[in-house]
């Protein structure tokens, strides 16, 4: 009887919960048809339904647009004479059903419709002058910023900048489709513009500098661990069972570290453990592998969590000698600790590890030493 129960059981509680999901969604959904109906209406605009224009993932909150939803813009808006308004942050799944996008998704929806329609310019209007340097929450009165490139708003974007969504980036930069994040309530006075590409100034080799906490680590050492193959593939196996995604992967000699959002762990009970237990099985499996029987006390797993990433971004970062280290000597010293350093091979952005108590600061140091 009690195998039965589970077996009836189970299906309700994941039918309840997807209920809730979907009910959450189309709640969250109403402000934004709302808000573009009465727009439409009051300036005799044609209004567009989202479900006539995009075709989503059923990933509630957090949705992704699908390839198909390109020829279905082009095709609506063929035969669109007048302006037009469409609400934005959601789009309907091949169910018909309703699923948002995660924070900030209108940026999203303008992105895409200006990509598919190979528009000239698309105009993202907020309540800020445009893009700054820095956080105004951080620091007071930063310069803003004139022209950015794509590549640097993505990176500002995806580390902190809550102007522009990160993702909205792709179909932009795809068609190189310059963007202007502008104040709509200073229209017509300039913003930020993103493009292609702009003009270096060796002066000022940083564009911007952006900070989120938030982040912890699985630090792994295993004696021989850069000889033995197939390891990498091992730990991110392991993580990825584990629905966790990566921000980072630092390494030394025979051990590194696994940089993971906080959120991903904290929200699961015992998760920690279940990581570890993971981690230890299939690092255990690579090593059979090469001929290496480890046994538990060969292999040192520990979790670390309370610090985020300070992100120095530009363009003119690429081939500066020494700036890596002209900011790591101003953040030693400010006082601050640097737990982890990480830069791409585009040496478009350099990424610093710090505690979570040393964020602000650490922002506030390379701006007045960097930017100001």
Sequence with gaps: MRIVAASMVNPLQKFVKLSREAYRDSLKAVGEEACARLIAKAARFEYVDPREIFQVSSSRGGARILPRSQEMIRRRF??????????????????????????????????????????????????????????????????????MTFDEMRDLAYSGFNVFHDEAIRPVRRSRIAVHVRNTFQYPAQGTYIVHDRKSDPRKPIIGVAYRGGLCSFDIAIDNLNGMIGVGEAILTALSDEGLSVEFITTGIDDLAVILRE?????????????????????????????????????SITFQSHFGSLVVAGKDLKGRRGIAAHVQLALAEAGI?????????????????????????????IHDKFIA
């Design 78 to 147: 063929a035969r669109c004479d007048k302006v037009f308004v469409t609400p934005g942050f959601y789009g309907y799944t091949e169910a018909g059903r309703i699923a948002t996008f995660s924070r900030g998704g209108s940026d999203l929806t303008g992105a895409y419709i200006a990509a598919a329609l190979d528009a000239v310019c698309y105009e993202n209007f907020t309540d800020t002058d445009g893009i700054y340097c820095v956080s105004p929450d951080i620091v007071r009165n930063p310069k803003k910023v004139e022209v």
């Design 263 to 299: 959120d991903q762990i904290s929200d699961r009970p015992g998760a920690i453990d279940d990581v570890k237990k993971r981690l230890f099985a299939e690092i255990v499996r690579a090593a059979a592998k090469n001929s290496m029987y480890l046994q538990e006390y060969d292999v």
């Design 337 to 365: 600790n640097v737990r982890f350093m990480s830069q791409g091979p585009t040496e478009r952005c350099i990424i610093y590890g710090v505690d979570v108590a040393d964020g602000a600061k650490a922002v506030r140091t």
